[in-house]
């Protein structure tokens, strides 16, 4: 069965960095997408960043361009985002889920979602 495993989250200070992991495992299709999404609370989840296994293309919200990278080993069985420069703003539940066909701008086409992992961000 298709499951994904966000780690790595933790309390870190602004302007730290923090690494987060999701170990996706059981996948049976050769073109898919990992998004990485956030939700603060009280807030709407949206979407922070994506890779795609097609080409390996990258997708990234504006208010983490040039601050977040994300990567992936070979197979995308583990995604990593790398975040720099953190802002309390950042503080959120992180989640990575999964795209059938690629990467997509649309939270409801993402069919499968991890259990999430806290990230805080302190003044």
């Known amino acids: 069965e298709v499951q994904l495993v966000e780690s790595g989250g933790g309390l870190v200070q602004a302007g730290g960095s923090l690494r987060l992991s999701c170990a996706a495992s059981g996948f049976i299709f050769d073109d898919y997408g990992i998004g990485w999404f956030r939700q603060a609370p009280g807030k709407e989840r949206e979407g922070v960043s994506c890779?795609?296994?097609?080409?390996?293309?990258?997708y990234y919200a504006d208010s983490v361009k040039g601050r977040f990278t994300i990567s992936s080993d070979n197979a995308l069985n583990m995604v990593t985002l790398q975040m720099n420069s953190l802002k309390p703003e950042d503080t959120a539940v992180y989640y990575c889920?999964?795209?059938?066909?690629?990467?997509?701008?649309?939270?409801?086409?993402?069919?499968?979602w991890g259990q999430g992992t806290q990230v805080t961000v302190s003044s």
């Open positions: 890779i795609s296994s097609r080409d390996d293309s990258t």
């Open positions: 889920a999964v795209h059938w066909t690629g990467c997509s701008y649309s939270l409801n086409e993402y069919d499968r």
